[in-house]
Nanobody
Framework: QVQLVESGGGTVRPGGSLRLSCVASGFSFRDYGMNWIRQAPGKGLEWVSH????????FYASSVRDRFTISMDKAKKTLYLQMNRLTPWDTAVYYC???????????WGQGTQVTVSS
């Protein structure tokens, strides 16, 4: 079955960096777009970034553009999110989410907590 397992979260000071990873299994990783979506405490879900199938095309929310970079290693079936110049407003649970191919999200990871605090 499809599994998405995130890691790499933690606590970091403002201005710091973290790299999130998401190991995928149970589907043909290169054939689907992938996303990072986050949920801050007490807030709704916020889409963060998307990478197209086979690694083609990357897109970012305006709040993270120029600070975050999404990428994938197809051989390792792993999705990454490099996060630089973190701010307290980036504090959230970050989810790795598979796109269904029909503009929908069909599988979610368990999430990894990112806390930015001095």
């Amino acid at each position: 079955q499809v599994q998405l397992v995130e890691s790499g979260g933690g606590t970091v000071r403002p201005g710091g960096s973290l790299r999130l990873s998401c190991v995928a299994s149970g589907f043909s990783f290169r054939d689907y777009g992938m996303n990072w979506i986050r949920q801050a405490p007490g807030k709704g879900l916020e889409w963060v970034s998307h990478i197209g199938r086979n690694g083609g095309g990357t897109f970012y929310a305006s709040s993270v553009r120029d600070r975050f970079t999404i990428s994938m290693d197809k051989a390792k079936k792993t999705l990454y999110l490099q996060m630089n110049r973190l701010t307290p407003w980036d504090t959230a649970v970050y989810y790795c989410v598979k796109a269904s191919g029909y503009g929908l999200y069909d599988y979610w990871g368990q999430g990894t907590q990112v806390t930015v605090s001095s």
